[in-house]
């Protein structure tokens, strides 16, 4: 490798401060070795010596000089590159443009690996490895101008939702996408709705669940099942499509979003998701299995409505039941109670 490096500031690494970026880049060197780096002009931005608070704007070029070697460049993704690229994608596309991916994820994909290592498999992995190595068509000034030249940003989610539950999930493909999506998130400003097969059924057809719920963690720091009625504000709109039997297939708006709120407050109701072990009935599981043929938890991110990040228009996305879903369904003779907005997206079904 060469003595020096030089990169030309694009749009995702703009607007941010000369450490910071530089952090971000050589993730495994200290912010203390980063401004020596700087003060020794082993760091310079169009061949000037600067200060590392400087703003970095597009089209400057950051050349590194004996930081360049090898050993402090992102090692992060050198590691990602030694695993190699996912040969898998197994999940379908609802929507994208330059700057946002809509895909609906199948159960048993994890979104990331959090802390168990390799994330070559996870949605994540997969979406970005699909990314970088796809033919580039029309598509292709996306993919140079927001994938392949960032030197610190990758597709990044935007939330998640559970490895047994299926269906949206928004990744922002550029910085300013990822970040305008951050935002909408935490100003609930995202419209999030989902379908369940719940056991029973539910007060008055419809209605409002508005307790607290509070996530604990065993002493070895593993996450244990949540508990209703004390800890975070926690608010689940909910509307019975139909019941047939003791099955009922309910439509649910996520009002906030805490870990396993939807399951546990059906389960709170008497009225917990077929197929989830882990909130409901193991003996109702079993006949929901040898019935139905249910096989996982009955939980579907059906909808999300929101403003396009970048762009502002209004976008309202729809991921199409998968086969296993919509055989469960047909078997508890609720096929046919969908709401108009997933039927129309049934027709595009994988």
Do not use: C
Not at 119 to 143: E, K, M, N, Y
């Amino acid at each position: 490798m060469s003595g020096t490096r030089t990169i030309t500031i694009g749009k995702d690494e703009a607007n941010q401060r000369l450490d910071r970026f530089l952090r971000k880049l050589l993730d495994d060197v200290s912010l203390s070795a980063i401004y020596k780096l700087v003060r020794t002009r082993q760091v310079t931005v169009n061949d000037r010596k600067v200060r590392p608070e400087l703003r970095l704007n597009a089209g400057d070029v950051v050349t590194l000089w004996r930081a360049a070697e090898e050993r402090h460049l992102q090692p992060k993704v050198r590691r990602r590159a030694e695993q190699g690229l996912s040969t898998r994608r197994d999940f379908r596309i609802v929507h994208e443009d330059a700057d946002l991916l809509a895909v609906n994820k199948p159960a048993g994909l994890l979104v990331h690996a959090g802390d168990r290592g390799d994330d070559r498999d996870t949605l994540i992995g997969q979406v970005t490895s699909w990314l970088l190595s796809r033919p580039l068509g029309q598509d292709a000034q996306s993919h140079k101008d927001f994938v392949r030249p960032s030197p610190t940003f990758a597709p990044a989610l935007a939330h998640r939702i559970d490895g047994q539950t299926s269906g949206l999930v928004l990744i922002g493909k550029t910085l300013a996408a990822s970040q305008a999506l951050a935002a909408a998130i935490k100003h609930r400003d995202i419209e999030k709705t989902y379908l369940a097969l719940a056991i029973g059924g539910l007060p008055q057809g419809q209605g409002e669940i508005n307790l607290p719920i509070a996530r604990h963690e065993d002493a070895r720091g593993r996450r244990r099942k949540v508990e209703v009625g004390h800890g975070q504000r926690a608010v689940t709109r909910y509307r019975v499509l139909g019941q047939r039997g003791q099955y009922s297939l309910v439509e649910l708006e996520l009002v906030t979003g805490r870990t396993h709120q939807i399951r546990a407050h059906l389960a709170h109701l008497g009225a917990p998701i077929a197929g989830d072990d882990e909130y409901g009935s193991r003996d109702h599981n079993r006949h929901a299995a040898e019935k139905l043929g249910l096989q996982r938890q009955w939980l579907h991110a059906a909808r999300l409505q929101l403003n396009h990040p970048i762009d502002g228009r209004a976008l309202d996305l729809a991921a199409p039941l998968w086969p296993d879903l919509r055989r469960t369904l047909a078997a508890a003779g609720l096929a046919d109670l969908l709401p108009p907005w997933l039927a129309d997206a049934q027709e595009n079904a994988p």
